[in-house]
């Protein structure tokens, strides 16, 4: 059964790091292009970030640009989102998503497998 499971997430003061990861079992990740999307309360969820199947092509949010690095390791079956210099506007439930061998998009319709999410939290 294909399933997406992130981790990563806490609490973290702005200006500070962390990692996500989604790993992935039941499939090959690299076959898949892979999204990470965030939801904070009372919004829309949102893309962030993709990272395509076919040729590693990756995409970013304006907001996310410069700051956030989405990466893949096929051994680990897993992909992950180095986030930096976090704000307090980059709190939100963040998950990952994949969809089989497609383009890059931040359109969350695109997706078909979802994990359950992993809260960020930037405060001080």
């Known amino acids: 059964q294909l399933q997406l499971v992130e981790s990563g997430g806490g609490l973290v003061q702005p200006g500070g790091s962390l990692r996500l990861s989604c790993a992935a079992s039941?499939?090959?990740?690299?076959?898949?292009?892979i999204g990470w999307f965030r939801q904070a309360p009372g919004k829309e969820r949102e893309g962030v970030s993709c990272l395509s199947s076919f040729d590693g092509w990756t995409d970013y949010v304006d907001p996310v640009k410069g700051r956030f690095t989405i990466s893949r390791d096929n051994a680990k079956n897993t992909v992950y989102l180095q986030m930096s210099s976090l704000k307090p506007e980059d709190t939100a439930v963040y998950y990952c998503?994949?969809?089989?061998?497609?383009?890059?998009?931040?359109?969350?319709?695109?997706?078909?497998?979802w994990g359950q999410g992993t809260q960020v939290t930037v405060s001080s």
């Open positions: 039941g499939f090959t990740s690299y076959s898949y292009t």
């Open positions: 998503a994949a969809v089989f061998r497609s383009l890059c998009t931040l359109v969350d319709g695109a997706y078909d497998y």
